[in-house]
């Protein structure tokens, strides 16, 4: 009979822990092609340099949240499990083969206490996206925003209703100039001036986290949920900027700050942008106008009144400024109400003998109205380069970069869930995944040369 192999397991021999690790284990592209020494000085002024007991090495402590993220370890004891059998994260970590693992409560502490209502995380994911650019990785001239739902650690059950204020959209003031100013042109009266009104709305708010939303759309999960909106680069899909909000927040509402912000931060030169249907707002189409930037944004179909015709049978003339209908008739200007939308009146004499009255209006003073927004032109500018070649050739990129980067970080870095409670930490988990999948995608490039 042979020996157990048992018996050789309590052999001695004489090994290090660097050989134990494989020539291409994605650590060791990540040690070699990263220095991780910039966090001494994100981190340093949340340290005290002459009191208190001896600190865990920060660097080693973010390496070993970043093993977490790598390879999609959700607790912190468990990591901590993981890291003590695991020679490569040892070998990652600086750790010996027989040195103690710090304990999975030193994460807990450092996010709660120390890094707590800190932009730390933040500053990181910057810091590594400077280091992609400066490698050559980011080009910031055509970007892709979309958002993904995170399922909140919250029962969907349990939650009370209550009012909220309603946020105030950053467009208001220029819209109100708009109005005032396309009024003015078509010889009208200045609106009066209406007092401002809190507007409020009922809400299920969790009693278990209190800053998710609950969330309930088409062909998506019910239940309470955060929004992870993320923007990647065209060029090597490096991922440029993470935002989280509740899940009742509308994707159009921080995309035109968060574009800003990249703009500002990294010096972007944003040429085109690619977006879903839901950013298909007119706030958002002439904004990118006024940035000078082409937007390709999907189609958004909205479906009339069963048996009435649609919008787009009705044709508009800028010279004269008023709609044609179907049958040839002319639907004139008639105002422009305070959500900036001019309204155009047919002529009920005319439509009470139109052959085409029932597919057109269901009034009963048969009165046509159209409505057209004081930006329609900066919409209708993003639907012509939706339709262009060079904007079709964009859109496809889509499910290249944005969704392949969710995908990836839903299915190999445990962002379907959210592990932690709060905005705050659905955030720290939103970048602290970005931050693992842009230092990978780095570390490979680089070692291909």
């Given at each position: 009979m042979l020996r157990p192999i048992r018996e050789k397991q309590v052999e001695l021999e004489m090994v290090s822990i660097d050989q134990l690790v494989p020539e291409d284990h994605i650590v060791r592209k990540i040690d070699e092609k990263i220095d991780f020494n910039f966090i001494y000085d994100r981190v340093k002024p949340f340290y005290c340099e002459d009191n208190g007991r001896p600190p865990i090495d920060p660097v080693m402590l973010f390496k070993m949240m970043l093993v977490g993220y790598f390879f999609g370890i959700r607790s912190e004891r468990q990591l901590e499990k993981e890291i003590q059998t695991n020679v490569a994260y040892r070998w990652f970590l600086g750790l010996n083969l027989t040195d103690k693992v710090p304990h999975h409560s030193t994460i807990s502490f450092n996010r709660h206490k120390r890094f707590n209502d800190t932009t730390v995380f933040q500053d990181i994911f910057d810091d590594i996206v400077l280091l992609a650019a400066e490698n050559g990785m980011v080009g910031g001239r055509v970007l892709f925003t979309d958002s993904t739902h995170l399922k909140a650690n919250a029962n969907k059950h349990k939650f009370v209703k209550e009012k909220v204020q309603v946020e105030t959209q950053e467009y208001i003031e220029e819209l109100d100039k708009a109005v005032e100013e396309d009024r003015k042109a078509h010889g009208k009266k200045p609106l009066r001036k209406k007092e401002k009104?809190?507007?409020?709305?009922?809400?299920?708010?969790?009693?278990?986290?209190?800053?998710?939303?609950?969330?309930?759309?088409?062909?998506?999960?019910?239940?309470?949920?955060?929004?992870?909106?993320?923007?990647?680069?065209?060029?090597?899909?490096?991922?440029?900027?993470?935002?989280?909000?509740?899940?009742?927040?509308?994707?159009?509402?921080?995309?035109?700050?968060?574009?800003?912000?990249?703009?500002?931060?990294?010096?972007?030169?944003?040429?085109?942008?690619?977006?879903?249907?839901?950013?298909?707002?007119?706030?958002?189409?002439?904004?990118?106008?006024?940035?000078?930037?082409?937007?390709?944004?999907?189609?958004?179909?909205?479906?009339?009144?069963?048996?009435?015709?649609?919008?787009?049978?009705?044709?508009?003339?800028?010279?004269?400024?008023?709609?044609?209908?179907?049958?040839?008739?002319?639907?004139?200007?008639?105002?422009?109400?305070?959500?900036?939308?001019?309204?155009?009146?047919?002529?009920?004499?005319?439509?009470?003998?139109?052959?085409?009255?029932?597919?057109?209006?269901?009034?009963?003073?048969?009165?046509?109205?159209?409505?057209?927004?004081?930006?329609?032109?900066?919409?209708?500018?993003?639907?012509?380069?939706?339709?262009?070649?060079?904007?079709?050739?964009?859109?496809?990129?889509?499910?290249?970069?944005?969704?392949?980067?969710?995908?990836?970080?839903?299915?190999?870095?445990?962002?379907?869930?959210?592990?932690?409670?709060?905005?705050?930490?659905?955030?720290?988990?939103?970048?602290?995944?970005?931050?693992?999948?842009?230092?990978?995608?780095?570390?490979?490039?680089?070692?291909?040369?």
């Open positions: 009104e809190v507007e409020e709305k009922e809400v299920k708010v969790s009693t278990t986290d209190k800053d998710s939303g609950y969330m309930y759309r088409e062909g998506k999960p019910e239940g309470f949920f955060y929004l992870d909106h993320r923007t990647t680069d065209m060029k090597y899909n490096i991922i440029t900027d993470v935002y989280v909000t509740p899940g009742n927040v509308h994707d159009s509402r921080p995309y035109l700050s968060r574009l800003d912000r990249q703009r500002e931060r990294f010096g972007f030169e944003v040429e085109a942008v690619g977006l879903d249907a839901g950013y298909l707002t007119v706030p958002i189409c002439h904004g990118l106008e006024k940035r000078n930037i082409m937007g390709v944004i999907a189609h958004r179909r909205f479906t009339p009144k069963k048996g009435l015709f649609p919008k787009w049978k009705f044709t508009y003339d800028k010279k004269t400024d008023s709609y044609t209908c179907p049958n040839g008739s002319t639907l004139t200007y008639s105002t422009t109400n305070r959500e900036g939308y001019r309204q155009y009146h047919s002529d009920p004499s005319k439509c009470r003998v139109c052959p085409f009255l029932s597919k057109c209006t269901s009034s009963r003073n048969h009165k046509k109205v159209m409505t057209r927004h004081v930006w329609e032109e900066s919409k209708e500018k993003v639907r012509e380069n939706r339709l262009s070649p060079e904007g079709k050739l964009l859109y496809k990129k889509r499910k290249e970069t944005i969704e392949r980067s969710f995908a990836d970080a839903k299915q190999l870095h445990g962002l379907r869930y959210c592990r932690l409670r709060s905005v705050k930490g659905a955030s720290e988990q939103a970048l602290m995944t970005a931050i693992a999948q842009n230092i990978k995608k780095i570390a490979n490039h680089l070692t291909r040369g």
